[in-house]
């Protein structure tokens, strides 16, 4: 059985082998994760992913170009892997099992799937790193008008599929950018300017 993560955000993943942390004492949130992850009552929340931190780091600091075809080469298989399953489907129905699953959470993934498809982000990627944090939702996983199921609808397995996805998202219009951005959300460090 495939062990399941949940990242920096909040946001959940099988395990690809990045270090596991334990964060909380706190009976409630231990419980919930056993629940959540099949896994022993310790909560499992993985460090932040080296790889995709190493990339990021590299563009914000204008190292790389996001034109290049080194750095699509290297976002393309970074993002393949990151998600933890073939299936991106998969990996947006797992968001509905955890209970990080914030309106927040919600929301950036809605808003991340109508820019795959072809519409513009409403909310800056600078927004949703301040917005979107790591808190266990009280009530359960958030998951009215999470409209994952909307967007795949109508494919077939193959565009559900990680690789089909992401190779749509570099085809969009500063789309690696978006990619990459995304990805530092999803499985990347929280820095907090204080």
Do not use: C
């Amino acid at each position: 059985m495939k062990k399941v993560v949940v990242y920096p955000r909040g946001f959940a993943a099988y395990s690809v082998g990045w270090p596991i942390v334990r964060v909380d004492n706190d009976l409630s949130v231990a419980s919930a994760a056993a629940r959540y992850a099949n896994v022993n009552s310790r909560e499992r929340v993985s460090m932040s992913a080296g790889n995709i931190e190493n990339l990021y780091k590299a563009f914000m600091t204008n190292q790389r170009s996001p034109k290049s075809l080194d750095f699509i080469t290297d976002l393309y298989a970074v993002a393949v892997n990151a998600f933890g399953t073939t299936s991106f489907y998969d990996w947006l129905h797992m968001q509905t099992q955890n209970p990080y699953f914030t309106s927040d959470h919600r929301d950036f993934l809605n808003e991340t799937l109508e820019f795959i498809f072809g519409r513009e982000r409403l909310v800056s990627m600078g927004s949703w790193r301040m917005i979107i944090r790591y808190h266990m939702n009280e009530t359960g996983p958030v998951v009215n008008d999470y409209r994952y199921q909307q967007f795949f609808l109508n494919r077939g397995k193959e565009e559900q599929a990680v690789t089909s996805v992401i190779r749509r998202w570099i085809a969009r219009p500063s789309g690696a950018q978006d990619l990459l951005a995304t990805l530092h959300i999803l499985f990347g460090e929280v820095i907090t300017n204080n």
